[in-house]
């Protein structure tokens, strides 16, 4: 089970940003697929951006393509995601995730304990 550290969650006015962070060993981002998804209680769990194990390509969501950002840090063991124009409907635990490819895509990585979000209108 990787271990993952999640942080710079907040309270942000709608139309604000906020960066995510999220550390781990240096031989698990480089092994692996990395996203950032998020949950809402009550609701499934979704993967809103990840970056392919290879580096080579993104996937965002659709409700958030255009505003988040993911990105490894120079460090090789941070991963960032940074929020743009924030919306209420961004509010959510936000985790850190990280797997094969194939993981990722199916919901069955490995999940952060998380660092919540909540964006006020």
């Known amino acids: 089970q990787a271990q993952l550290t999640e942080s710079g969650g907040g309270l942000v006015q709608v139309g604000g940003s906020l960066k995510l962070s999220c550390t781990a060993s240096?031989?698990?981002?480089?092994?692996?697929?990395l996203g950032w998804g998020r949950q809402v209680p009550g609701k499934e769990r979704e993967l809103v951006a990840a970056i392919t194990s290879g580096g080579g390509s993104t996937y965002y969501a659709n409700s958030v393509k255009g505003r988040f950002t993911i990105y490894r840090g120079d460090d090789a063991n941070t991963l960032y995601l940074q929020m743009n124009n924030l919306k209420p409907e961004d509010t959510a635990m936000y985790y850190c995730?990280?797997?094969?490819?194939?993981?990722?895509?199916?919901?069955?990585?490995?999940w952060g304990q998380g660092t919540q979000v909540t964006v006020s209108s």
């Open positions: 240096e031989s698990t981002f480089r092994l692996n697929a």
């Open positions: 995730v990280v797997g094969s490819d194939y993981e990722l895509y199916t919901d069955a990585g490995s």
